[in-house]
């Protein structure tokens, strides 16, 4: 039986009060809002998240039942593809982090981001995967490792607070854990950013 499970995130006083908890952690809002974030803004910011008409649904990660953190997806639209240099259709952005700072090293994100990635696939015939994690953001790129990643080079990019380097990881598809992949690329998305790319192949 998986530890790691993933729910929708729910209108409730409970759920935004730990997004609040996680959002004071200078390591998870450093990566995302760079600032701390407080219960009006966490539920302005979510509470549409949570509606069925969401377009960036919110999905809690629990670890042995317990919520440890969150991951989100959206659909690509056009301007992002362009920015991505991505052509397709069916290309979703996934977005995630582990809140909970004593969870972290435990594998939770891999299993959380395979779980989501074989959903997107069933259930909205995803063809390519995208994620943007800061150059500076360490453990996120090693969790993305665990899911088939690998550096191939390095870019300079514009200098930015954050980090000075465009880190470029590739995946040939051979260390796929429950989904298949070919061709993966990374692209530029911002100063600070970096697009991976995951095009599933069934063949």
């Not at 004071?24 to 069925?52: A, D, G, V, W």
């Not at 779980?115 to 800061?134: D, Q, T, Y």
């Not at 990881?169 to 429950?178: C, L, V």
């Amino acid at each position: 039986m998986c530890d790691v499970n993933i729910r929708l995130l729910r209108d409730k006083e409970e759920d935004y009060k730990l997004l609040e908890s996680w959002y004071q952690e200078e390591e998870i809002y450093s990566s995302f809002e760079q600032r701390k974030l407080n219960y009006k803004e966490i539920k302005e910011k979510y509470y549409p998240r949570t509606l069925k008409t969401a377009k960036i649904p919110v999905y809690m990660i629990e670890y042995k039942d317990k919520p440890v953190g969150i991951i989100q997806y959206k659909l690509v639209e056009e301007e992002d593809k362009k920015l991505y240099k991505l052509t397709g259709n069916n290309i979703y952005e996934i977005d995630i982090f582990i809140g909970e700072l004593k969870e972290h090293n435990k594998g939770i994100g891999s299993k959380a981001i395979n779980i989501m990635s074989n959903l997107l696939k069933k259930e909205k015939n995803a063809e390519i995967l995208v994620m943007c994690p800061l150059e500076n953001n360490i453990k996120a790129i090693n969790c993305y490792k665990k899911c088939g990643f690998y550096i191939k080079d390095y870019f300079d990019t514009k200098k930015t607070p954050l980090n000075n380097d465009l880190i470029v990881m590739h995946q040939d598809g051979k260390n796929a854990s429950t989904y298949k992949i070919s061709n993966f690329e990374l692209f530029k998305k911002s100063a600070n950013r970096y697009v991976v790319s995951l095009e599933f192949n069934d063949k």
